[in-house]
């Protein structure tokens, strides 16, 4: 497979009407690893808004889960069309949280 190591950010959006508990940024970034994990495979288009939405998390009233594939130096939220051999590399300290 062609292996290709990605940075992601994860923007969380404070909803005004929350009412419910905030999660640990810890969890909330295993939680995002296991959706990927779960959800992603070789050869699939890796599909932000499929991984992380407000039903992970209630808190929020909008998230942008973003990847980078170049170290950080510019964010995509589109979708990555991938060749058949390609997939993604994430890894839980590359995950970036930003709670707005």
Do not use: C
Not at 16 to 35: S, T
Not at 81 to 95: Q, R
């Amino acid at each position: 497979p062609n292996r290709i190591e990605v940075l992601l950010r994860l923007t969380t959006t404070l909803s005004e009407n929350n009412q419910v508990f905030i999660e640990d940024p810890d969890v909330v970034k295993q939680l995002l690893l296991d959706n990927i994990e779960s959800r992603y495979s070789l050869g699939k288009n890796f599909e932000p808004q499929k991984y992380f939405s407000v039903v992970d998390a209630p808190w929020a009233s909008q998230v942008l889960l973003e990847w980078s594939d170049d170290n950080g130096s510019n964010y995509h939220s589109t979708v990555f069309d991938a060749d058949f051999d390609d997939i993604f590399v994430v890894l839980l300290e590359n995950i970036e949280l930003v709670e707005e």
